[in-house]
């Protein structure tokens, strides 16, 4: 049983679990798991602990409704739980064990919706499947009164549905005559002044339903369902909250505050003989062209011209000059009396230092005559009075500086400048794209039968072989 299957139905159908009141689940069997969270015991003012068990998901508040084991009580913990574990020794719910009590206090039973999935263990005996009718008789003024809460509903010997319950005409025993299979989902609806009963096929697909009217103000509310047994049963004279139905099951209970349609408890009811699975969409990441943008593209070739300097060139303006002189010694030479050599002189401006020279040409006297003449005869050479000697005559080198007046020009190449023209030579398209997710595969999701389909047939009582009277 899927109680993830009952959810997802609830939110397709209603749009939220608000209107499941009270959810239990019995079908965990055993297990420490489901005993840990779910089975529990309550110590009373008798100081003996009673067995509970805890409103379960998908209900819309789990803290209320705590549903107690009536018949299992012990006057300690570790014995409550063995007796608690024989309740569910076939898995589910077994009504042979104990009957369950819910507390209703504050539900209305003239505006709920009840979903029971059970099953027979055996032969069909007649009992009480859940109820809380409770019948009052007051003697006022020697007059007579009865009043009455709530009302029954189980099944006959036969495998039929009943309902119990009392109005201004008295008591009143309603029999549906659809039978019952070995496993079945069961609908209660209670509104206004009707009570319906459905029995909910899932192997032919339809639902068989039968509608009861009632007088209201005889329901009314009650302090507790009981399932299993009820406060008074027409086949007894006591009450019958202990009263239990040997070798029957429930696998679930699922309360509803406010009426639900037969066809909406249908469809919620597929969860309780299936299993809900859900597969995620596969998605993919994909890339498409939503549009182009377009660009202008631009001759490109030469825009100008770039001029750099290559070189330099001196240009003279005017003509050469002599800036200067300079006079230094050189070799010396040998010079006789009577020959001609040059004497120089040194000329320097005391003004601004700059420097000339001049020379004077002399014929050589030895200085021995202190640079006199004495002519000794009458030839030539005595008549002059030249005297066979000589003397080593210091020579002067000249260096001789000259300038010119001149300019210095940048000698200029060219380069090309290239860059983008105002020719246009086309258009370019860009392609825009976005990225977006596509479902390649769909999510599925849905209810898949999981109940045997043996168990769910109609007309039970003819396959166990028999037919009780």
Do not use: C
Not at 154 to 178: A, E, K
Not at 181 to 201: E, F, H, M, P
């Amino acid at each position: 049983m899927s109680s993830t299957g009952i959810n997802v139905q609830m939110m397709n159908l209603l749009g939220s679990n608000q209107k499941l009141a009270a959810f239990y689940d019995f079908e965990f069997g055993s297990s420490s798991e489901f005993y840990s969270g779910v089975i529990s015991g309550i110590r009373g003012d008798n100081l003996l602990y009673t067995g509970t068990i805890n409103n379960q998901w998908p209900a819309y508040d789990t803290g209320k409704y705590t549903g107690i084991f009536i018949n299992k009580v012990d006057s300690s913990e570790a014995g409550l739980d063995t007796k608690m574990r024989s309740v569910f020794s076939s898995v589910d719910f077994d009504l042979s064990e104990s009957n369950l009590a819910v507390d209703t206090t504050d539900l209305d039973i003239n505006n709920m919706s009840i979903l029971i999935d059970f099953e027979f263990g055996g032969a069909v005996e007649d009992g009480v499947l859940f109820g809380s009718f409770i019948k009052e008789e007051e003697t006022v003024n020697s007059v007579d009164y009865t009043g009455s809460y709530g009302f029954n509903v189980g099944f006959t010997s036969r495998g039929h549905l009943f309902l119990q319950n009392y109005s201004s005409n008295g008591d009143q025993i309603r029999v549906f005559n659809t039978e019952l299979s070995k496993r079945n989902i069961i609908g209660v609806s209670s509104y206004r002044n009707k009570i319906v009963l459905s029995k909910l096929d899932y192997i032919e697909d339809e639902i068989d339903s039968i509608s009861f009217n009632v007088e209201s103000s005889y329901i009314n509310n009650v302090d507790r369902f009981y399932f299993g047994g009820s406060e008074r049963y027409y086949a007894s004279t006591s009450a019958e909250t202990t009263k239990t139905l040997v070798g029957n099951h429930i696998n679930s209970i699922s309360i509803f505050s406010g009426v639900i349609s037969e066809g909406v408890l249908y469809s919620i009811g597929s969860g309780l003989v299936g299993e809900y699975s859900f597969t995620d969409a596969v998605e993919e990441e994909r890339t498409r062209v939503t549009g182009y943008s377009e660009s202008l593209v631009y001759k490109t070739g030469i825009t100008g011209y770039e001029y750099i300097v290559t070189g330099t060139l001196n240009i003279s303006t005017g003509r050469e000059y002599i800036s200067g002189v300079s006079l230094t010694t050189g070799t010396s030479s040998s010079k006789n009396e009577g020959e001609k050599y040059y004497k120089y002189y040194t000329l320097t401006d005391s003004i601004n230092g700059s420097s000339t020279y001049y020379k004077e040409e002399l014929g050589f006297l030895n200085s021995d005559n202190n640079y006199t003449y004495a002519p000794t005869g009458e030839d030539a050479y005595d008549t002059l009075g030249l005297q066979d000697a000589s003397e080593s005559i210091q020579d002067y080198i000249i260096d001789q500086y000259t300038g010119q007046d001149s300019i210095t020009i940048n000698l200029y190449g060219k380069n090309d400048l290239t860059g983008t023209l105002n020719e246009i030579s086309g258009v370019v398209q860009t392609p825009l794209t976005e990225t977006y997710t596509e479902i390649t595969s769909q999510a599925v999701s849905g209810i898949s039968m999981s109940a045997s389909s043996e168990g769910l047939k109609k007309d039970y009582i003819y396959y166990l072989g028999e037919r009780l009277s």
